[in-house]
């Protein structure tokens, strides 16, 4: 079988659709137990049973077989994780916490459900054969489970003010310290 590379996760509009080269799906994951209907499209905000839907819009992924696999984050890579860094790993088996082999929906729809112990970062890998050759398209994902992008961005925001609110002391006290002497002068 011949790997090709690409694809990702991309948001357009409100709408989550994964592209797996040509292929595409409409991605959505749910938390029912911690969210109810509430959909993500990647980070995760809880651990606990998490439901992963692909709708396929590409009417060949009917046809063909479609695999799908949650590993670790051992990249290194953190959110800006590519196919490339997924191929880098020498034993993706030991880092995998899920495997869906690869099976046909004719249905148009690959429904996964898995029940996260542990927050972190992962990788979600999708996998799809070409319906005519030995071609095997594959996009990858990285996802937080446990932690969002808000609490990332609470943390930067944490991260500048604190320097902030310290420069500033420092310009007061010195312009404090400026005008004592002005006045003694």
Excluded: W
């Excluded at 030991?94 to 429904?111: E, G, K």
């Amino acid at each position: 079988m011949i790997a090709v590379a690409g694809g990702g996760m991309v948001l357009e509009g409100d709408v989550c659709i994964i592209r797996i080269d040509f292929y595409s799906a409409h991605f959505t994951a749910y938390q029912p137990d911690s969210s109810g209907n509430t959909q993500f499209c990647q980070d995760l905000p809880d651990t606990g049973a998490t439901i992963f839907v692909l709708d396929y819009l590409h009417q060949s992924l009917q046809e063909v077989p479609v695999d799908f696999r949650i590993i670790r984050n051992v990249t290194g890579q953190g959110s800006f994780v590519k196919l490339k860094h997924v191929e880098e790993i020498e034993d993706i088996e030991q880092h995998t916490v899920f495997y869906q082999p690869a099976v046909i929906q004719a249905d148009a729809s690959l429904i996964i459900e898995y029940d996260f112990k542990e927050k972190g970062s992962y990788i979600g890998i999708v996998s799809a054969g070409h319906p005519s050759n030995n071609n095997i398209y594959t996009a990858v994902f990285p996802f937080e489970v446990g932690r969002t992008r808000l609490s990332y961005l609470l943390f930067l925001v944490l991260l500048l003010a604190v320097p902030a609110y310290f420069l500033k002391r420092k310009f007061k006290r010195d312009r404090h310290i400026m005008h004592k002497k002005e006045a003694v002068l």
